[in-house]
């Protein structure tokens, strides 16, 4: 009897090995097996870092309107062209930085645009045991680059805050009170000709869920059209597998899900770096290993999301449509980010299949119902080891 048993645990073994092997393959195989490519382009240098940022464009709206939308029509769609204004990034020499600081998350938001730039996550020690926590966002070097951006653009040769915009905060520091569930960082953009856009960022006690709302307030006789968008700019350095090594076997790079079906974006390859593609109720992410960080466009909004690369470093963008706000009226646009890591009832609770980037390959369908349940019977016991 024993040894049937030790038969089927050895069968087991080889199984899942093989499994894992194939999603190994799968993934990362091809690049193994392939030569690089002698040739690069100009504007990439020899470490993979580009000599222009991509991030320094502004995601162009659908050309499509919606019924719903009182946008003119003509040629009123938003390009990715920065503007010098009062409330450009060109106007401020330094742009100052707003530190968040709650129950989970160490967090730097720049006034340059309201950029995601760093996020310490407080609960995850970067060594066990140690006290410098996780962090997921980056902008000493090229090669460290990692960012979230945001903001609203619009028609041609018009002034919008986008992540290229100067806001203004009324403190440079916020933290969640003790007791107090919900925090509230508000950045404002004023366009002198009448216009003013609040940007808030709204952090929750215990979350890494950070809800994003955008209130306009047009005070002009003209109506007042934006499209807002999303996106994540990151360079993504070559890993050497090792078998010492479990996180250089991970999956690193971008993500998505169109509403139906979940993707992931290899950067080195033709058909996804020119990936732009239509969706409803979908996300992006940029996944690494036991964390990810996302941005949920608004999912009554079909939203247009595009993939761009240059050597190591890729733009991951979602942008909307453009939406009117009438004169001497109010608008809102609303978005949900996530910066944390892979607890799948956080992201299950943040949009649908977000969970997903919890990726187990090919060994899904067994460890999904392994994992809800060791999940309940760690909720009944309060114990992973029973």
Request: aromatic fraction near 10%.
């Given at each position: 009897?024993?040894?049937?048993?030790?038969?089927?645990?050895?069968?087991?073994?080889?199984?899942?090995?093989?499994?894992?092997?194939?999603?190994?393959?799968?993934?990362?195989?091809?690049?193994?097996?392939?030569?690089?490519?002698?040739?690069?382009?100009?504007?990439?240098?020899?470490?993979?870092?580009?000599?222009?940022?991509?991030?320094?464009?502004?995601?162009?709206?659908?050309?499509?309107?919606?019924?719903?939308?009182?946008?003119?029509?003509?040629?009123?769609?938003?390009?990715?062209?920065?503007?010098?204004?009062?409330?450009?990034?060109?106007?401020?020499?330094?742009?100052?930085?707003?530190?968040?600081?709650?129950?989970?998350?160490?967090?730097?938001?720049?006034?340059?645009?309201?950029?995601?730039?760093?996020?310490?996550?407080?609960?995850?020690?970067?060594?066990?045991?140690?006290?410098?926590?996780?962090?997921?966002?980056?902008?000493?070097?090229?090669?460290?680059?990692?960012?979230?951006?945001?903001?609203?653009?619009?028609?041609?040769?018009?002034?919008?805050?986008?992540?290229?915009?100067?806001?203004?905060?009324?403190?440079?520091?916020?933290?969640?009170?003790?007791?107090?569930?919900?925090?509230?960082?508000?950045?404002?953009?004023?366009?002198?000709?009448?216009?003013?856009?609040?940007?808030?960022?709204?952090?929750?006690?215990?979350?890494?869920?950070?809800?994003?709302?955008?209130?306009?307030?047009?005070?002009?006789?003209?109506?007042?059209?934006?499209?807002?968008?999303?996106?994540?700019?990151?360079?993504?350095?070559?890993?050497?597998?090792?078998?010492?090594?479990?996180?250089?076997?991970?999956?690193?790079?971008?993500?998505?899900?169109?509403?139906?079906?979940?993707r992931k974006l290899k950067i080195d390859k033709d058909e996804d770096r020119a990936l732009q593609i239509d969706v409803q109720g979908g996300w992006l992410a940029a996944l690494q290993h036991h964390f990810v960080s996302s941005f949920v466009p608004n999912k009554d909004s079909k939203y247009r999301i595009s993939l761009r690369s240059e050597g190591r470093q890729y733009l991951l963008s979602a942008v909307g449509p453009l939406t009117t706000v009438a004169p001497n009226s109010s608008g809102k646009f609303t978005e949900t980010l996530f910066v944390g890591p892979k607890l799948q009832s956080a992201l299950t609770a943040t949009a649908p299949q977000l969970d997903r980037?919890?990726?187990?390959?090919?060994?899904?369908?067994?460890?999904?119902?392994?994992?809800?349940?060791?999940?309940?019977?760690?909720?009944?016991?309060?114990?992973?080891?029973?």
């Amino acid at each position: 009897m024993n040894n049937n048993v030790r038969i089927f645990l050895w069968l087991g073994l080889v199984l899942a090995v093989w499994l894992n092997y194939n999603a190994w393959v799968a993934d990362y195989g091809g690049k193994a097996l392939s030569p690089p490519n002698p040739t690069t382009r100009s504007e990439v240098g020899q470490n993979g870092t580009k000599t222009e940022d991509l991030g320094v464009s502004v995601p162009q709206a659908p050309q499509s309107t919606p019924a719903a939308t009182v946008v003119d029509a003509g040629a009123r769609v938003a390009v990715p062209v920065a503007i010098d204004g009062p409330n450009s990034a060109a106007a401020a020499a330094t742009p100052g930085i707003v530190h968040v600081l709650t129950d989970v998350l160490d967090m730097e938001i720049g006034l340059a645009g309201g950029e995601l730039r760093g996020a310490k996550l407080l609960q995850y020690p970067l060594v066990k045991g140690g006290a410098e926590p996780v962090e997921l966002f980056n902008r000493d070097s090229p090669q460290t680059l990692y960012v979230m951006q945001s903001g609203l653009s619009g028609p041609a040769d018009t002034l919008r805050p986008t992540h290229l915009s100067v806001f203004t905060s009324p403190a440079t520091e916020y933290r969640l009170p003790a007791g107090v569930d919900e925090l509230r960082v508000p950045l404002t953009w004023l366009d002198p000709a009448g216009v003013t856009v609040t940007k808030t960022f709204i952090f929750k006690r215990g979350t890494y869920r950070i809800d994003l709302e955008y209130d306009v307030s047009n005070h002009t006789a003209a109506p007042w059209a934006a499209a807002s968008y999303g996106q994540i700019l990151r360079f993504d350095p070559p890993v050497e597998r090792s078998m010492f090594n479990v996180q250089s076997y991970a999956f690193r790079g971008p993500a998505i899900y169109d509403g139906e079906k979940y993707r992931k974006l290899k950067i080195d390859k033709d058909e996804d770096r020119a990936l732009q593609i239509d969706v409803q109720g979908g996300w992006l992410a940029a996944l690494q290993h036991h964390f990810v960080s996302s941005f949920v466009p608004n999912k009554d909004s079909k939203y247009r999301i595009s993939l761009r690369s240059e050597g190591r470093q890729y733009l991951l963008s979602a942008v909307g449509p453009l939406t009117t706000v009438a004169p001497n009226s109010s608008g809102k646009f609303t978005e949900t980010l996530f910066v944390g890591p892979k607890l799948q009832s956080a992201l299950t609770a943040t949009a649908p299949q977000l969970d997903r980037v919890a990726d187990y390959g090919m060994l899904t369908l067994l460890a999904r119902p392994l994992f809800w349940l060791l999940d309940h019977a760690h909720r009944l016991v309060g114990n992973w080891g029973f």
